[in-house]
Structure formats: C-alpha cells, structure tokens
Nanobody, 130 residues
Framework: QLQLVESGGGLVQPGGFLRPSCAVSGLPLAYTLENYATAWFRQAPGKQREGVACIRSSGGSTDYADSVQGRFTISRAVANATVYLQMNSLEPEDTAVYYC???????????????????WGQGTPVTVSS
C-alpha cells in the first residue's frame, strides 16, 4: 500500500515559483517509482479537480494541461521515490490545493480520470496573490 505525502506549497506572488514535492513510501520491494504512473491534480475553490501534469511509468514521458504547458514541469527522482512539480510564472488562476496521485503500470494522460489512480496524497495548498 503506497503512501503519498505532498509538501512545498505556500503563498507566492504572481510571476513567482514553487516546487511542491510528493514523497512516496510503501513501494513493494520488487518495484520502484518507475513502475508507477504519477500525476499532479489540483482543485480550486468551487471547481472540480483537474489533472495538471503526469509522468508515465515506462519511459517517463510526460503530459501537461494546456493551462500550464511551458510553465510547469513534472519530474521524479527514483532513488528517493519523490515526484516534483516545478511551477514557474505562477498566476492567480493557479491557486488551488495540489494533489499527488499514483497508479501501478498504467498508461495515463493528463486527462485521465481520477478514479484510475489508486493512491492519493492529502494535498498541499498553493496561493498565488499579491
């Protein structure tokens, strides 16, 4: 049973940057983070949760929502089982709670529905405001 713990959110001014991270624990001995597709979702007040970025298990290719393309970068560090979301040029519209999610050996896109992901973190809030 995987456990995901996000950290690194906070308050930042428009144009600023943050780098939330997602620490993954409970990986089975035979597997690494490369065996799991992981994604970042976000949920703004009064809105539905939406996919922001994902990194696929095999090969590690990535996919991004149009709204963050070119500003956000998802990456993973297999050695310490951590997933990152580098967020640059932040806008007030990026204000939301950001969630990390994972699923074993699945082919995912940024538009993949939430129910596909078996494991979720508790979320980390990001506020972009002057």
């Amino acid at each position: 049973q995987l456990q995901l713990v996000e950290s690194g959110g906070g308050l930042v001014q428009p144009g600023g940057f943050l780098r939330p991270s997602c620490a993954v624990s409970g990986l089975p001995l035979a597997y690494t983070l490369e065996n799991y597709a992981t994604a970042w979702f976000r949920q703004a007040p009064g809105k539905q949760r939406e996919g922001v970025a994902c990194i696929r298990s095999s090969g590690g290719s990535t996919d991004y929502a149009d709204s963050v393309q070119g500003r956000f970068t998802i990456s993973r560090a297999v050695a310490n089982a951590t997933v990152y979301l580098q967020m640059n040029s932040l806008e007030p519209e990026d204000t939301a709670v950001y969630y990390c999610a994972a699923v074993f050996m699945a082919i995912v896109k940024v538009t993949t529905r939430q129910y596909v992901f078996d494991y979720w973190g508790q979320g980390t809030p990001v506020t972009v405001s002057s």
